[in-house]
């Protein structure tokens, strides 16, 4: 069923641009070659020896087309940057894409090797392979190229690299200078990156930053970002006996764990799933602006409430987009005892909750831990950040554990600022069509600290089809994105900047 929506959803918006001249076919079918090379090149994260054979082939493709490139050490794994000749009369794009990709399970695959591209098409019983000689004159759009990594995030280097060779070809000159910063370790939380600014300010220095990772929005329209939500953790632990105890000896006597938890929980969200800990919402507001950006959105609720199979969503913003606005606090797991065929007749010993928030710019994270630690104060209880001893068990009435996590800050451009509104109008100007603005989206980007970082005004434009199942088995990229984002970097980099 969800496959099914997600056709209907998806549609074909971007089979419309197969009427390419040749020379954009030519350079399509060119992408689909190097790609191809790219992805045969494994790129697990968590490798460092598939890193630097990746950036072996970065190195040699950059420096084909003029590029001056360097690796840049880090206290993690390198960087890869590159950039073309400056001229300092002109304003300089700073390119942000990652190479390293999310491990992969073979045995999930509907391909032997995930490595290896391999070429298919829709049919009656879901895809059918192709042969790559299959492609012709009349290159078919819909037709997708499944691989770890086509999408996320090699899929959109690539385009890059044939947009350039296709503004040579035309003799274009360039606008502005460009600089490209690739990471090898953003499925890993990039954390080297934000201090890699400080060493390399010099190198890194632009007027604006441009990241290309991600889908398009589910319409398919072309789309820009201007900011994602960060996110932390909190651990509660709550505890009863010391040891696990026979319910027929101690229920209605040792306190239970996991009914005190659930209370503690109840007290956070009221039942429409707005935050009810003082302060939570504090320092955030939508103007008439920002609300007008949100609605023209073309998300669908009932769409999305048949995708999720719920019947009514929290009433945290009035609709989808206004809803990731605010910070969120989400209960992602619990474990107490023991259930289904183990379960047992006993009062649990303690119980845990882990819970994810996801931040918005306005809201510090912890500020918010250190709120929802108030909260629990306010409740009477005695909050630890170590797993308490039997003394302390025994010495305070009411007494949880809460265990902080790291902080990853949200980022969010202004929508107001020229160079957002230059985006948005050639884009307009080369596909026709209203372009989706996203001033927040859900999730989190690991460069946030990065793009905080440089302090240079930030965009998110994705280039890759919604449906690509990035970091999942039968990851793919539609070959009309590969139209599409060779087209958006080309009008990108050909439009001068007023």
């Known amino acids: 069923m969800k496959k099914i929506f997600l056709a209907l959803l998806i549609g074909s918006s971007f089979t419309t641009l197969a009427q390419t001249d040749a020379e954009i076919k030519t350079q399509i079918r060119h992408s689909i070659d190097e790609l191809r090379d790219f992805v045969a090149i494994p790129n697990d994260a968590l490798v460092p020896a598939d890193i630097n054979r990746n950036i072996t082939w970065l190195t040699e493709k950059f420096s084909d087309r003029g590029f001056n490139t360097a690796i840049l050490p880090t206290e993690g794994l390198p960087l890869f940057f590159a950039a073309l000749p400056m001229q300092a009369a002109k304003p300089t794009l700073l390119f942000y894409m990652h190479f390293d990709g999310q491990p992969v399970a073979p045995e999930l695959w509907d391909q032997e090797n995930p490595y290896e591209v391999v070429l298919k098409k829709v049919s009656a019983t879901g895809y059918e392979t192709m042969s790559f000689e299959d492609i012709n004159e009349d290159i078919p ?3 997708r190229l499944f691989g770890r990594s086509t999408s996320d995030d090699k899929g959109p280097i690539v385009m890059l ?3 350039l060779d296709l503004l040579e070809k035309k003799g274009v000159e360039l606008p502005c200078n460009i600089k490209v910063i690739l990471d090898g370790e953003e499925e890993k939380s990039s954390k080297p990156l934000a201090r890699a600014v400080q ?9 604006y930053l441009i990241i290309n990772d ?7 329209k072309p789309t820009v970002v201007y900011g994602c939500r960060g996110i932390t953790t909190v651990n509660i632990t709550t505890y009863g006996p ?3 105890q026979h319910s027929g000896h101690y229920g209605n006597y040792a306190p239970n764990p996991a009914s005190e938890l659930a209370l503690l929980l109840n007290s956070l969200k009221a039942p429409n799933g707005k935050v009810l800990v003082a302060g939570y919402y504090q320092g955030i507001s939508l103007s008439e602006a920002d609300m007008a950006v949100l609605k023209a959105v073309p998300d669908q609720a009932e769409q999305i409430n048949a995708l999720l199979g719920v019947h009514t969503p929290d009433a945290v913003g009035g609709f989808y987009q206004e809803a990731l606005q605010y910070p969120s606090l989400n209960v992602r797991g619990m474990a107490s005892g023991w259930v289904g065929a ?3 007749t006993i009062v649990p010993s303690e119980a845990t909750a882990a819970i994810d928030l996801r931040l918005v710019p306005e809201t510090d ?4 831990q250190d709120l929802i630690q108030t909260h629990f ?3 009477g209880y005695k909050v630890m950040s170590k797993t308490p001893s039997k003394a302390d068990k025994m010495r305070y009435p009411k007494l949880l554990k809460m265990e902080r996590g790291s902080v990853t800050p949200a980022f969010r451009t202004p929508l107001s600022l020229p160079f957002g509104t230059h985006i948005k109008s050639v884009l307009e100007d080369r596909f026709k069509q209203e372009v989706v603005q996203i001033r927040t989206m859900g999730g989190t980007v690991p460069i946030a600290p990065f793009v905080n970082a440089l302090k240079i005004p930030a965009y998110i434009v994705p280039m890759v089809n919604p449906d690509n199942n990035q970091h999942s088995p039968n990851e793919n990229l539609k070959i009309g994105q590969i139209d599409y984002g060779i087209r958006t970097f080309y009008a990108l980099l050909s439009t001068p900047l007023n």
């Open 365 to 368: 994270g912890q500020r918010l």
């Open 199 to 207: 060493t390399y300010k010099d190198l890194l220095e632009a007027d």
């Open 242 to 244: 010391d040891q696990p």
């Open 141 to 143: 759009m819909d037709w």
């Open 377 to 379: 104060e306010n409740m």
């Open 161 to 163: 690299l044939n947009s």
């Open 342 to 344: 183990q379960a047992r």
């Open 214 to 220: 991600g889908p398009v929005h589910a319409s398919s």
